[in-house]
């Protein structure tokens, strides 16, 4: 079964960096749209960022002009370079696929409305 698998999560002090990365757990599967999204105890989840075929990229306002949102499309992996963290970015980041893709000659798959596991980045003060 195939998964998105983040890592890059931890523990930072405010001020600090770090990099998320997303890919699916089996390469032979593609995607062209990625979010990052993030949750907080008690809170709702809310969009961090968003990168999309052509590389265009969206941001929540709390995080512009402080995190990045990238791909390596040969590793078929998104990125998420968060710098200047501030403690309320504490929260548990989840990265989202529309659809997941695979094709094997005239044989094709659609995963649609793939989550992440999740990984929780805790920045102190």
């Known amino acids: 079964q195939v998964q998105l698998v983040e890592s890059g999560g931890g523990l930072v002090q405010a001020g600090g960096s770090l990099r998320l990365s997303c890919a699916a757990s089996k390469s032979e599967f593609s995607f062209d749209d990625m979010a990052w999204y993030r949750q907080a105890p008690g809170k709702e989840r809310e969009l961090v960022a968003a990168?999309?075929?052509?590389?265009?990229?969206n941001y929540g306002d709390s995080v512009k002009g402080r995190f990045t949102v990238s791909r390596d499309s040969a590793k078929n992996t998104v990125y998420l370079q968060m710098n200047s963290l501030k403690p309320e970015d504490t929260a548990v980041y989840y990265c989202?696929?529309?659809?997941?893709?695979?094709?094997?000659?005239?044989?094709?798959?659609?995963?649609?409305?793939?989550w992440g596991q999740g990984t929780q980045v805790t920045v102190s003060s």
């Open positions: 989202y696929v529309p659809s997941l893709k695979y094709y094997s000659g005239s044989y094709s798959l659609d995963l649609i409305d793939l």
């Open positions: 990168i999309v075929g052509d590389g265009n990229t």
